[in-house]
């Protein structure tokens, strides 16, 4: 089965990890996912139960019209202390700590929140479930840490380097990924995939 994975819309706030909704841009965004999966065959969308991902999925839905549901197991990492921080903020009482995580040496929890083997713990139930639901097409609305910790798990990489995939994911990107129930294995067919924004880059990520 196909599952495809999307990160969510952009959101109204650059503050770290804080559960707000989509602006219009994001909106936007989630209107071109919808419309490039319309014609992909997915039968059921999961999301995760931050609203930033619930609203990414209904407005995606609105083209695939299928059954949606809602897991918190799949909602972003856990960034603890920083979590309603500006990126200066992060900057300056964490810098000790984002040093020593930049090199990717150990799979370091956020001070006071995750790290990429709790998200593959809390997440991996939800991909199972969905890979042995009997679907030949899902997707799943989810986040840009979640997608990483869970392609590095796939991928059979040391999860300490979860970040080395993709410095940034775009909003409402898709990666795709393929379990075969036989071996029980999953392949990434494609990460990162935002084709269908390319012709807006007021858009991208590199325009916000």
């Not at 918190?72 to 200066?88: A, K, N, Q, V, Y």
């Not at 700590?97 to 997440?123: H, I, N, Q, T, W």
Request: aromatic share 8%; charged share 30%.
């Amino acid at each position: 089965m196909k599952l495809y994975l999307i990160r969510h819309g952009r959101q109204c706030s650059r503050l770290c990890n804080v559960n707000v909704s989509l602006d219009e841009a994001g909106k936007r965004q989630a209107q071109l996912a919808g419309m490039r999966l319309k014609d992909s065959g997915i039968e059921e969308i999961y999301a995760s139960d931050l609203l930033r991902a619930r609203e990414t999925a209904g407005i995606i839905n609105d083209s695939l019209q299928v059954p949606l549901k809602i897991c918190s197991g799949i909602r972003e990492i856990s960034f603890g202390e920083m979590e309603g921080l500006t990126d200066e903020e992060i900057d300056r009482k964490f810098g000790t700590f984002k040093s020593e995580f930049s090199r990717m040496e150990r799979d370091l929890s956020y001070p006071g929140g995750e790290c990429a083997g709790d998200v593959v713990k809390r997440a991996l139930p939800v991909f199972q479930e969905i890979f042995d639901s009997g679907l030949s097409r899902a997707a799943m609305v989810t986040h840009g840490g979640v997608i990483r910790c869970m392609t590095a798990y796939f991928l059979r990489m040391d999860l300490a380097r979860w970040r080395s995939l993709g410095k940034s994911l775009e909003n409402c990107s898709i990666t795709e990924l393929e379990y075969r129930k036989e071996t029980g294995m999953v392949t990434v067919e494609r990460f990162n995939d935002y084709a269908h924004l390319e012709a807006f880059p007021e858009l991208l990520r590199r325009n916000w």
